[in-house]
């Protein structure tokens, strides 16, 4: 499979944990985000970097969470001191940048679930 | 500020009846308008872009700018159209998509 793939897929974690999610983008994708979905809502952005750039960042985006793309390639979201408010689906898109950055390809998720 | 607004949660067709889900949007500049399309078990993805004016899966959609509307629309709904759609908007300045709270269509047999 060479589209978006997200590591894990579902995480339980108790409140005042720290939990790390990976994001593998397609190779070629220079462009990656991430998005939390929280149930009945489409997905809000909470951040994009451009190769190891991170260039945008949503208020959404506390300082509990941080996100990070060393090498430009993979993308690890950290949360610290998780809370029951944290729980979502958090999405991970690449794209090309350039006239076609709005040509997002979505992995297929991580569930967080704090109790 | 942008946002974007699907006025139905939830929308039921009969097979072979015509569909539209509704799409409205705010936004100070020229938007770029989007549908996103995610079937039972699958990720989300790209249906349609208001700027290719295509017809994919026999949808289309047309901008109004004059109504800040971006309807999707299909003449004969088939059963494999039940998904969970969602229109979104994305904003060339500052790189965000910014999507509706979407729509689940059901097409009844």
């Known amino acids: 499979d060479t589209g978006v793939s997200q590591d894990p897929r579902h995480k339980i974690t108790k409140r005042g944990q720290n939990v790390t999610f990976r994001c593998d983008p397609i190779s070629e994708h220079n462009r990656l985000y991430w998005y939390r979905q929280t149930l009945g809502q489409g997905p809000e952005f909470l951040t994009y970097f451009q190769n190891e750039a991170q260039l945008e960042k949503s208020r959404l985006l506390s300082d509990r969470f941080s996100a990070e793309r060393p090498k430009g390639s993979f993308s690890t979201l950290e949360i610290q001191r998780t809370e029951q408010g944290d729980s979502a689906m958090y999405l991970c898109a690449s794209s090309l940048s350039g006239h076609r950055s709005y040509e997002q390809y979505f992995g297929p998720g991580t569930r967080l679930t704090v109790t | 500020a942008q946002r974007v607004t699907q006025p139905e949660k939830l929308l039921s067709v009969f097979k072979g009846a015509p569909v539209e889900l509704k799409c409205n949007y705010s936004?100070?500049?020229?938007?770029?308008l989007f549908w996103y399309v995610q079937y039972s078990r699958q990720r989300l993805q790209l249906l349609l872009r208001h700027i290719s004016r295509e017809s994919i899966k026999g949808f289309t959609a047309d901008l109004n700018k004059g109504e800040t509307s971006f309807h999707l629309k299909k003449p004969f709904a088939q059963e494999e159209d039940s998904a969970m759609y969602y229109c979104?908007?994305?904003?060339?300045?500052?790189?965000?998509?910014?999507f509706g709270t979407g729509t689940r269509l059901t097409i009844i047999p």
């Open positions: 979104a908007l994305f904003n060339f300045g500052n790189e965000k998509l910014t």
């Open positions: 936004y100070s500049g020229s938007p770029e």
